[in-house]
């Protein structure tokens, strides 16, 4: 079974700092990947993803991750940071077929205006 | 699209009380997860289905927990009897294919007391 890996649990950074949370997973074939960010009392978010190509991807608010395969990496990426990019950010792998995603504890994020 | 909908979006109850959570997945999606949400666990799977049947259910931490999606558009997790340690944000999710980004819904905060 796949596992997932976020190093930094809590992350503090002022505005217009840069940004970047590690997630490294376990598993050994094909992968999909996947950052999610849940704001304060909501949902799960669709970040990024990664399923092939490009290993640099780009996803919505000015976020962007490489999948990097030799070390087992997708790290998550802003060149600067707004306050209102506090929230918990999770990594998720789905690898082997459709037996659901594998979560990261998770990152929480705040920035300090 | 009105998304993934959960309900109720908070719920006490009693320790020893039966408790069921509902979940009405995007039209069209064939997949659909029940995940459970701690400070110490994060997210967790607890089971998924694929066209109405369960596929694996290994996630589901005791028998006091079932799942059931009896068409297309409805799904209920049901814990009975409950426990103060059930508490947790429960989150469901859809999915058209499985293996590409979730759709979650906005959750239920249980709580048992």
């Known amino acids: 079974a796949q596992s997932v890996s976020q190093h930094n649990h809590h992350v503090i950074l002022s505005e217009a700092a840069s940004l970047e949370l590690g997630c490294n997973y376990s598993y050994g074939g094909t992968v999909n990947l996947f950052w999610y960010v849940q704001y304060p009392g909501q949902h799960l978010q669709l970040l990024l993803k990664?399923?092939?190509?490009?290993?640099l991807v780009k996803g919505i608010k000015g976020f962007e991750a490489e999948f990097i395969k030799s070390k087992f990496s997708f790290n998550l990426r802003k060149p600067s940071v707004q306050w209102s990019d506090t929230a918990e950010y999770f990594c998720?792998?789905?690898?082997?077929?459709?037996?659901?995603?594998?979560f990261g504890k998770g990152t929480h994020l705040i920035i300090q205006p | 699209d009105a998304g993934v909908i959960q309900s109720p979006r908070h719920e006490v109850t009693e320790m020893g009380q039966e408790v069921t959570l509902r979940c009405k997945p995007i039209s069209g999606h064939d997949y659909l997860f029940w995940y459970r949400q701690t400070m110490m666990r994060g997210l967790e799977l607890l089971i998924y289905?694929?066209?109405?049947?369960?596929?694996?259910d290994s996630g589901m931490p005791e028998d006091r927990f079932s799942a059931k999606m009896p068409n297309a558009s409805f799904s209920t997790l049901k814990i009975q009897p409950s426990e103060p340690r059930d508490s947790a944000v429960y989150f469901c999710?859809?999915?058209?294919?499985?293996?590409?980004?979730?759709?979650f819904g906005s959750g239920t905060r249980l709580t048992v007391v």
């Open positions: 999710a859809s999915s058209l294919t499985g293996t590409y980004g979730y759709t």
């Open positions: 998720a792998v789905i690898g082997g077929g459709a037996d659901g995603l594998t």
């Open positions: 289905f694929n066209n109405n049947v369960p596929i694996d």
């Open positions: 990664y399923f092939s190509g490009d290993p």
